[in-house]
């Protein structure tokens, strides 16, 4: 059974730094997407960036290009997120996510994500 586990969150000022992990069980997740979505109150979760575990492919939202890296550890199946310059709008609750089955690219879609985190809240203060 697949489980994901993200840690990282907190409250930060503008401008601020946070990194976010995801610990990965389960399975194997060698060429399966993951990402990292956001969700705020009363809005559909959003992507905010991808990687392809094990070809180094990755995808970010045009909002935090520049500023979010996303990164995975082999080998402690860990999938991370280092946000950087964060801003006000930033601020919502950040979910790991990774689909049951293989896919050529990134999914952009939640709707594409068959397995979830808790998620973690990400608070930034102007």
């Known amino acids: 059974q697949v489980q994901l586990v993200e840690s990282g969150g907190g409250l930060v000022q503008t401008g601020g730094s946070l990194r976010l992990s995801c610990a990965a069980s389960?399975?194997?997740?060698?060429?399966?997407?993951m990402a990292w979505f956001l969700q705020s109150p009363g809005k559909e979760r959003k992507f905010v960036a991808g990687?392809?575990?094990?070809?180094?492919?990755?995808h970010y939202a045009d909002n935090v290009k520049g500023r979010f890296t996303i990164s995975r550890d082999n080998a402690k199946n860990t999938l991370n997120l280092q946000m950087n310059n964060l801003k006000p709008e930033d601020t919502a609750v950040y979910y790991c996510?990774?689909?049951?089955?293989?896919?050529?690219?990134?999914?952009?879609?939640?709707?594409?994500?068959?397995?979830w985190g808790q998620g973690t809240q990400v608070t930034v203060s102007s």
């Open positions: 996510a990774t689909p049951s089955y293989y896919t050529l690219n990134i999914p952009l879609s939640a709707a594409e994500y068959n397995h």
């Open positions: 389960g399975r194997t997740f060698t060429n399966y997407a």
């Open positions: 990687i392809k575990w094990g070809v180094e492919s990755t």
